[in-house]
């Protein structure tokens, strides 16, 4: 794939230098410096949450010039986009991961949605889907530009986006995870079609988890790890050693950010068997593969994964159902066999969810602390229907102190409470219906380091009073730090297993990637 | 990604009571000037024993049907056939009474069945086939409008019989011989609503004082109180010195009480509340949303029917117009009184407040002389000024 100009010598199109962002307290970029250069492929990897999409987001404009620091050279001159358009002018377009089409329109009105041929403002259909046509082509699609996206499935989509990407003259083409949702042919077409934009003078930013399809397709590969560059490869000098990118994606010390514990794993106590579900509205897609897993009273096992491989699906089909359809397999609390066919049903056999979206699916933010714990289980603070607003407050203040949420009473909205003490409120609610089984999901996600801790703390203790603990989780570190037992899940199976004195995140990594590579 | 923000200052007791409780009692100060308004720019006809009992006959059926309102609006959805289906009851009531001469009892049962079934229905396509509350009672206000026409052939049916009449025309029965012209039972009545109402309020401080509970201050708990027992003494005072208490004022105090306990103290009554504040979250604690949503409207069906009841013994016919706008007063005295439009939030006490607010706004400007055109726009414009006083407050 070498190219007549060598690659050191071709100038760069894009400078990004000393780009930080915070939101808050929390830090996502600090001093970030990413150079691309005319005409390569650039894939840019690190774990979920190391800053790869927000300096996608910086670059673009999606946060404008003032919200960062550091500075962002292109074509040579230094430029402060204020929006998505003023990049866009540039021909700078990036793909999203969540695809940004319209589903009842046709791909012609997707790709002139904004601007378009047109006469005097009236929409010129002809020309429109002539254009069409062409543009089609270029992606390889022979579909009528009539046809409408839902008909589409996500490969032709995600071609579709890219042929709107097109239309508009890119220069610099950024995907976000564009194989993701793709199988392996779709995928195979779209890493020929980047090729073929190389040969036209198309630069792309690639960003991916697959470290198999970036060797094949890449010139330069640049690693972030927390918010840092940890360093380009130039994947021309030589092959490209997949163990070494792992390794600079993922290393990071451990010290004593995670409170140390003494096991006492007793009997299995929660059980789930030959486990399926499907898409709630794609039925022919199966999210979870008929999986088992078995954990036992006093232990904590994590779920490891990358972003979409059906670690919450599992967890909330579980959980009454809140996920999915055509569920099948069966789950056994104490050897028995438990009705979890809903909601109140899973919480009356021992079983408790703690989202991942704790704003969304956890929190009634409008109401105040106490509202928001006794509601799974107003029958602990009531008798005969009627509820005992002082014991609701005892109940509520008990909780305060033992989780320690800051707050100057328990009247306070959760709306108003800081992250860490959200999560608190939320765990406080599940930890009040009595579970013998916790699921938690994404436990730390969003919260400051000494929350963290603090949650860490509570899982330990409960796990100490022999209830049995799930924690699913991206950041492999945390897991490695709290779990007796790791499970790793990849489209929608469990593909390995490793105990907690031998996780490593490499040996991790390298069980979804090898299962990637097949 | 969330910013935290830790460390939250407590702010002094008093100043943090305040600040809580304006919004409460903001709406209560609203009607209270209102009512000054309007007794000092009438000459104080407003508050003549005769009007004040008028005002309650005019509003009661409005702020029955606000009480199953709010419950529908906390859920996050609107009801706009009540007007249609109060009528459509009405109607049916004149059928079943007048014409076939069925017994009145069995006739009010069937009325409020028919009522819970309508709510029913459309509670069956809002909650379970999720169509929108809007579109699903936009048609039940066609249908049932239309339905009410068909049966009433577009002519009025009436006389009632008499007593079917006191629902609305009649006044509790006096025991004690009345003298000065003061109904003595009607009178005492009030006064111990009064005093049960202070009775409770101690009760429930001196509970939450003995828990270490966090309360009010003493002075303006003791203050509240003072001026509770004289407001409701007072209305009671005059609405005995005309013709005694109306018994649908009975209906309605009972109702009001009963929702309030409902909506403040039951474990339904708190589900309905978490299932507007994030329908999502409740369904993830194991709350039934649909269900509970399916049952407001059934609850609404029976309290329009319950209104149509009350407007028809009122008119002492069942004519065509009957409810007809009903559905906008409703939801409006339901918004003045603070609930809102996203759900989740509202009270019962507010709903009352603000029907009363409109009906002695309707009243006074009535007795102005200000005509129906004019009448409107203010009420409109009062409407629009509350919602936009209460979306300022909660955005500081």
Redesign the interface.
């Known amino acids: 794939m070498l190219d007549p100009v060598p690659l050191a010598e071709k100038p760069p199109i894009l400078e990004m230098r000393g780009i930080s962002k915070s ?4 830090k ?1 970029l600090s001093d970030v410096s990413f150079t691309v250069k005319e005409g390569e492929i650039h894939a840019l990897v690190g774990e979920n949450g190391a800053g790869k999409s927000t300096l996608m987001k910086v670059l673009s404009g999606v946060y404008p010039h003032g919200s960062y620091e550091g500075s962002i050279l292109f074509d040579g001159d230094e430029r402060h986009f204020r929006d998505i358009n003023d990049s866009e002018k540039l021909g700078i377009i990036i793909i999203h991961q969540e695809l940004a089409l319209i589903p009842l329109m046709s791909i012609a009105e997707n790709i002139f949605l904004a601007k378009g041929p047109s006469k005097f403002g009236v929409i010129d259909r002809d020309l429109r889907y002539k254009r069409t046509r062409e543009l089609l082509a270029k992606v390889g699609l022979t579909e009528a530009p009539e046809t409408l996206i839902t008909n589409l499935g996500v490969g032709k989509q995600q071609l579709v986006e890219i042929a709107k990407a097109l239309s508009k003259d890119v220069r610099l083409l950024i995907l976000d995870e564009p194989t993701a949702s793709l199988n392996e042919t779709d995928s195979a077409a779209l890493l020929e079609l980047l090729k073929e934009f190389r040969r036209n003078g198309i630069t792309s930013i690639m960003i991916s988890h697959k470290l198999n399809e970036i060797s094949e397709v890449a010139d330069r590969i640049t690693v972030l790890r927390d918010g840092r560059t940890v360093g380009t490869l130039d994947c021309h000098e030589g092959p490209v050693d997949e163990d070494e990118i792992v390794r600079r994606m993922v290393d990071r010390d451990l010290e004593s950010r995670y409170p140390a514990r003494t096991p006492k794993i007793g009997d299995v106590i929660f059980e789930v068997e030959n486990w399926s579900v499907y898409h709630p509205q794609h039925s022919s897609r199966q999210m979870v593969k008929n999986v088992s897993m078995k954990v036992r009273a006093g232990e904590v096992v994590g779920i490891s994964g990358l972003m979409g491989a059906g670690r919450t699906e599992f967890a909330m089909s579980v ?2 159902r ?1 996920y999915g359809r055509d569920i099948t397999g069966t789950v056994k609390i104490h050897g028995k066999e438990a009705d979890t066919s ?3 049903r ?2 009356k056999a021992g079983l408790a ?1 703690v ?1 991942e979206d704790r ?9 105040d602390i106490r ?1 928001n714990i006794s ?2 289980h ?2 602990g603070v ?1 008798s005969s ?3 005992d ?2 014991k609701e ?2 109940v509520a203040q008990e909780f305060r102190t033992r989780m320690r949420i ?4 328990v009247y ?1 909205e959760t709306g ?7 999560q608190k409120v939320v765990l406080s ?1 599940w930890l009040f219906t009595g579970p013998d089984i916790l699921i938690l999901d994404e436990p730390t996600r ?3 380091v000494g ?1 963290k801790y603090e949650i860490y703390s509570i899982i330990n203790e409960l796990a100490d009073a022999g209830k049995a603990v799930i924690v699913i989780s991206s950041e492999m570190p945390e897991l490695i730090g709290t779990c007796d037992r790791i499970m790793v899940m990849h489209e929608g199976e469990f593909v390995g297993e490793v105990a907690g004195e031998e996780a490593t995140q490499e040996n991790i990594m390298r069980a979804i990637m090898r299962r990637k590579g097949r | 990604m969330s910013t935290p923000q830790e460390a939250i200052t407590a702010p002094k007791v008093a100043t943090s009571f305040w600040k809580d409780n304006l919004r409460d009692y903001g709406m209560l100060i609203s009607l209270v000037a209102i009512v000054i308004f309007f007794q000092v720019a009438t000459g104080g006809i407003l508050l003549k024993p005769l009007n004040i009992t008028n005002i309650v006959l005019q509003n009661s059926y409005i702020v029955v049907m606000a009480l199953g309102m709010l419950l529908i609006i906390v859920t996050g959805h609107i009801d706009l056939s009540v007007g249609s289906v109060a009528g459509f009851i009405g109607g049916l009531a004149g059928l079943l009474m007048v014409r076939w001469g069925v017994d009145i009892w069995l006739s009010i049962i069937v009325c409020l069945v028919v009522g819970g079934l309508i709510g029913a229905i459309q509670g069956y396509f809002v909650a379970y086939f999720k169509i929108p509350s809007f579109i699903v009672t936009l048609a039940g206000m066609l249908v049932f409008r239309g339905f009410m026409i068909a049966i009433l052939g577009s002519q009025a049916i009436g006389p009632f019989p008499p007593i079917f009449q006191k629902l609305s025309s009649g006044y509790v029965i006096e025991l004690i011989s009345s003298e000065g012209g003061l109904y003595l039972t009607s009178f005492i009545l009030g006064l111990l609503l009064a005093l049960a109402l202070v009775w409770q309020n101690f009760r429930s401080r001196a509970r939450r004082i003995t828990h270490g509970v966090e309360s009010e201050p003493m002075g303006f708990f003791i203050g509240k109180n003072i001026v509770v027992l004289a407001a409701i003494g007072y209305v009671a005072y005059l609405i005995s010195s005309h013709r005694g208490m109306p018994n649908v004022l009975i209906i309605m105090a009972v109702l009001i009480v009963a929702y309030g306990f409902f909506t403040n103290r039951t474990i339904i009554g708190r589900q309905i509340y978490a299932v507007g504040g994030n329908a999502r979250a409740a369904e993830l604690s194991g709350i039934k949303a649909t269900r509970l949503v399916f049952w407001t409207f059934v609850n609404m069906g029976v309290l329009a029917a319950l209104g149509g009841l009350v407007v028809a013994a009122r008119l002492n016919s069942a004519t065509p117009k009957a409810g007809t706008g009903f559905e906008l007063d409703v939801i409006a005295a339901c918004f003045i009184g603070g609930a809102s439009a996203y759900g989740g939030v509202g009270k019962v006490t507010g709903a009352v407040i603000g029907a009363f607010l409109m009906g002695v706004m309707n009243n006074g400007m009535s007795i102005l002389g200000i005509g129906i055109d004019y009448q409107q726009v203010i009420k409109g414009l009062v409407l629009l000024g509350a919602v936009c006083v209460d979306v300022y407050n909660q955005r500081r």
């Not at chain 1, 939101?23 to 929390?26: I, S």
């Not at chain 1, 704003?359 to 109401?367: D, N, R, T, V």
């Open positions: 939101f808050g307290a929390v996502a959980f009454g809140t809903d909601v109140h899973a919480i969810y989202t704003k969304h699916l956890g929190l009634i933010l409008a109401e509202k509601l799974a107003l029958g009531s229907g009627v509820i607003d002082i407050m005892k800051r707050s100057h009473n306070q108003k409470l800081s992250g860490g003490n959200q609610k969003g919260i400051d929350a």
